[in-house]
Every structure is written in structure tokens, then in C-alpha cells.
């Protein structure tokens, strides 16, 4: 595998994590467009934001060889951005809402 190749896996793990989440919790819901596109974001911000500490793609393939507890490290933390960027920008969008009205 290829950097780039976790890379994508990472992202389709996030969509994946917001898309389940979407579906258990429908009052955070955005349909599967919406949730598809939070799943990217925050799939890709927290990989990038926590990836420093040694689980983003070049950590995982800087022997040349795939470290698979680091590679299982980045599909949770995917999962969960996916997930965390749905509930957040639903309880973004009530509170902008709420303001509003």
C-alpha cells in the first residue's frame, strides 16, 4: 500500500463513521449527501490534527511495510471524526438556528 492509498481508506472510513452515526442518531442526520460530506472533513481534520502523534499515512508506511496497529489507530480515529463532525455541525446548525428564530 501507498500512503495515498491509506490516505483514501481514511477518508472512505470516515464517510462510512458519519454515515452510520447519521443513520443510529437521525435527529443529527443530513441524508447521505450531507453525511458524506461531513464524514470527508472531519475524517480528514482530525487525522490531520492528531496524525502528528505518529499514526498519519507516512508514520504508517515509513518502513516500507504497513504497521498495522498504526493503520488501525487511523481507521478509528477516522471513524470518529466522521462521526464527531456530524453530531458538531448538526448541533451547529440548531444552535445558528435557534438564534435566528
Partial sequence: MTD?????????????????????????????????????????????????LGFDPKSIMQLGNVNHNLFIINSIVSCFGGSFAVILISKLKNKMNNNNG
Avoid: H, M, P, W
Fill in 4 to 52: 495515498t492509498l491509506i490516505s483514501l481508506i481514511s477518508i472512505l472510513i470516515g464517510i462510512v463513521g458519519a454515515n452510520i452515526t447519521g443513520y443510529i442518531f437521525k435527529k443529527y442526520s443530513f441524508g447521505i449527501i450531507g453525511n458524506t460530506i461531513a464524514g470527508v472533513f472531519g475524517s480528514i481534520f482530525l487525522i490531520k490534527s492528531f496524525g502528528r
